[in-house]
C-alpha cells in the first residue's frame, strides 16, 4: 500500500529538474484538463522541454488556464499559436472531429505534432497526416499512452518468451461507468469505440506483431440514451492471423462507456489466452499507480499431462526488460509517452514508438466497427487542404 501511495503522490506532484539551457518547445490546442494529467504534469519532470503557450476557442478561457498552470503565453486564437516561431511542437487537445485539421495545419506551419487519440476519425485521414509529416521533415505522433509503459511491453515479451505457447485467443476491454459531455456527441466524433477502442486494438495488435484484422464482427453495441448516433459500448470481434504459427486467433475487443454504478468504476483488462497457459493484465490504463500480470503456465509433459503453476510480475519500471531504458517506478504512461516523443525530436532513438503502420491499422479496425455497428463513420471537420 505504501508504494501505491508514493506512486500516486508522483503521479501529481514529480520532481522538477532544472530546465535545459534549449528545451523543446510546446504549444497546446486545446484549454481541456486531458492537457493538465496528459502533457503539464509530465513535463514537470523532463529537462529538456517547457510548455510555452495555450490556445482555445475562448480567450478568456485560455488565459485563465495559461494563469493557473503557469504557461507564459495564452493565444487568442489557434492560427496565433502555430504562428508563433517559438513554438517548436504541438500538442492537439481538441476533440476528435477537429484532430485532423489542426494536425495538418500544425505540420504546414513546420510543427511537430502529439495529437490525442484517436489521431484522426478515419484511418484515411491518419495516413494523409503521416504522409504530410514525412514530406515536411517533421514527426507526428498519435499519443497513445499506453503502449510506452513497461507494463505493455512486459505483456509482449512474456508471449514472445514462449511460456504460454502459441496465443490462441485475446479479450481486452477498456470500460468506465460515466462519460465526459463532448465523448458522446456525434458532432464531435464521439462514440465510445472511437475514443477508447484504439486502446484494446493496439494492444491486439501489438502482441500479434502489427498483425491487421482479417474480420471485425459485431457482438454487441447500444447507443446513449440522448446521442441515439453513438455509441455507449461497442464490443467485437476481430481475427487476427497469429505470426507464430499462421494460425487464427480471435480477439474480442471491446469500449464501454455505462459500467454499472456498483462495480468499480473502471476496468482495463488484457487477457491473452495460449495453448499452455494465459496471461492476465488488470489496469493497462494507468499501471503506474498499481496493475497486476498474472502468469499461469499449463505445459504439457511427453505424456499428455499438465500442471498448473501461477506466478505473478510488477513491470514499474524498465529494470528487468530493458535495463538502460530510462525511467522511475513512478513514471506514468504519459511521461514514458512525452520522453520518447522528444527523444525522436532530438534524433535520439525513442525506447519504443507508435508508428504510421501501428495508428493507421488501428483505425482501420475501428472503422470497419463503425461499419458493422450501425452508427457509420464518425464525424471530422469539412476542411480540405
Not at 468506465?176 to 462514440?191: A, D, E
Not at 514508438?353 to 466497427?369: N, P
Amino acid at each position: 500500500m505504501a508504494g501505491v501511495l508514493y506512486r500516486l503522490y508522483m503521479s501529481f506532484y514529480p520532481p522538477c529538474p532544472p530546465k535545459e539551457a534549449n528545451p523543446i518547445k510546446f504549444g497546446i490546442l486545446g484549454a481541456s484538463s486531458v492537457a493538465t494529467y496528459a502533457l503539464l504534469t509530465p513535463v514537470k519532470s523532463h529537462p529538456g522541454v517547457v510548455v510555452e503557450g495555450v490556445a482555445a476557442r475562448d480567450y478568456s478561457r485560455a488565459k485563465a488556464f495559461a494563469k493557473s498552470n503557469s504557461i507564459p503565453k495564452a493565444y487568442a486564437t489557434y492560427e496565433e499559436l502555430l504562428e508563433d516561431p517559438s513554438i517548436d511542437a504541438v500538442y492537439i487537445a481538441l476533440t476528435n472531429s477537429h484532430h485532423y485539421e489542426w494536425a495538418t495545419k500544425s505540420l504546414h506551419a513546420g510543427k511537430h505534432v502529439l495529437v490525442e487519440k484517436p489521431m484522426t476519425t478515419s484511418s484515411a485521414d491518419a495516413a494523409k497526416l503521416f504522409a504530410l509529416a514525412k514530406e515536411r521533415n517533421l514527426i507526428v505522433m498519435e499519443a497513445n499512452h499506453i503502449r510506452f509503459h513497461p507494463t505493455a511491453q512486459t505483456m509482449k515479451a512474456l508471449v514472445d518468451s514462449g511460456r504460454i505457447g502459441n496465443v490462441q485467443g485475446i479479450d481486452s476491454t477498456w470500460a468506465i461507468s460515466s462519460t465526459p459531455p463532448n465523448v458522446k456527441k456525434t458532432s464531435l466524433g464521439g462514440g465510445a469505440m472511437v475514443c477508447a477502442g484504439c486502446y484494446p486494438v493496439s494492444l491486439a495488435r501489438y502482441i500479434l506483431d502489427g498483425a491487421d484484422a482479417t474480420d471485425v464482427r459485431l457482438v454487441r453495441t447500444k447507443p446513449f440514451p440522448d446521442e441515439k448516433q453513438s455509441d455507449q459500448h461497442t464490443y467485437v470481434e476481430c481475427d487476427f492471423t497469429s505470426p507464430s504459427d499462421g494460425s487464427l486467433v480471435t480477439a474480442l475487443l471491446s469500449a464501454d462507456m455505462a459500467l454499472p454504478q456498483l462495480l468499480p468504476p473502471f476496468k482495463w483488462t488484457l487477457k491473452i489466452q495460449g495453448d499452455e497457459g494465459t496471461l492476465y493484465l488488470n489496469n493497462y490504463f494507468a499501471p503506474s499507480i498499481f496493475h497486476t500480470i498474472t502468469i499461469t503456465e499449463r505445459p504439457t509433459d511427453a505424456n499428455g499431462k499438465s500442471q498448473e503453476t501461477i506466478s505473478y510480475v510488477k513491470a514499474y519500471s524498465f529494470k528487468e526488460l530493458d535495463p538502460k531504458a530510462k525511467g522511475e517506478d513512478w513514471w506514468t504512461t504519459y511521461r514514458y509517452q512525452l520522453e520518447a516523443f522528444i527523444d525522436k525530436i532530438n534524433g535520439r532513438q525513442p525506447q519504443t514508438w507508435v508508428d504510421e503502420a501501428e495508428s493507421v491499422g488501428c483505425l482501420a479496425v475501428l472503422d470497419r466497427a463503425y461499419e458493422v455497428n450501425g452508427f457509420g463513420a464518425r464525424a471530422t471537420t469539412n476542411y480540405k487542404e
